[in-house]
């Protein structure tokens, strides 16, 4: 998946930019804090539609999110709160959705861009908030959320914030591909193989546990290195531990 290069852009301009390659879900974190920094946010949650066939079988699930032990339950009224309408809202709209907390003064505005904007029932959760939608085909729709106790956004940095969305559901779309991508090329024998090189155990050692020549196992290793894209054994190693195939 390409980008297009980093360039400058016009007010208003959605900047979408290519950033370095990610491996992991965790290194996405720094980007979702840099952009709740930007806005004064207290918490950011990044949720993804799963389900197929009717949209009645659609929910919404949690992929990454900052609302820490003390507010676990913040993410659970979130969804029960405005799972059902984000879910209808991106099978019709992309404009970001807004929404005021409980309190009279927990409000998200954006005086000059509120037409561009869909409002959602206030005071239903205890912070006020704004969730941009991506819609990239069956398995890439999501939100990214910003939650505060108050929110006050310039029509430019709203449409920054929703590229940068945008990018986000996107790196976590190629990860999944990349996944599913290796999971069909390393056969079981291989994955075994690196599993109890991760462990520490030589060729020889290998061999014995599985019932093989070195040969075959050496054989094994270097298949699973030259399909994981890896230059050695233990960059192999490495990547199928940060992909979760081998603990």
């Known amino acids: 998946m390409r980008y297009p290069p980093d360039r400058t852009v016009a007010p208003g301009e959605v900047r979408l930019t290519r950033l370095h390659r990610i491996s992991s879900r965790s290194d996405l974190f720094p980007r979702l804090v840099s952009m709740q920094k930007l806005i004064d946010a207290q918490n950011f949650a990044v949720y993804r539609v799963t389900g197929s066939g009717l949209p009645s079988k659609h929910r919404l699930v949690c992929e990454l999110e900052n609302w820490g032990a003390a507010n676990a339950g913040l993410g659970k009224s979130f969804i029960d709160a405005y799972g059902e309408a984000m879910l209808d809202h991106i099978e019709k709209s992309l404009l970001p959705l807004m929404w005021n907390g409980r309190e009279d003064d927990s409000t998200a505005e954006t005086p000059d861009f509120a037409p561009f904007t869909v409002r959602m029932r206030p005071q239903l959760v205890p912070f006020a908030g704004i969730a941009f939608p991506v819609r990239l085909g069956a398995v890439g729709n999501g939100y990214v959320v910003f939650t505060a106790n108050f929110i006050d956004l310039a029509s430019d940095m709203i449409i920054d914030l929703h590229g940068r969305s945008c990018q986000i559901i996107m790196d976590l779309l190629s990860l999944d591909e990349r996944r599913s991508t ?7 024998r291989e994955i075994a193989c690196l599993q109890l090189a991760g462990d520490g155990r030589i060729s020889e050692e290998i061999a014995e546990k ?20 890896s230059v050695n054994r233990i960059q192999a190693i490495a990547k199928a531990i940060r992909l979760g195939y081998i603990s």
């Open 210 to 229: 599985l019932r093989l020549s070195i040969h075959t196992v050496n054989a094994y290793l270097g298949s699973a290195t030259i399909k994981l894209d």
């Open 182 to 188: 290796v999971a069909e090329q390393l056969s079981e």
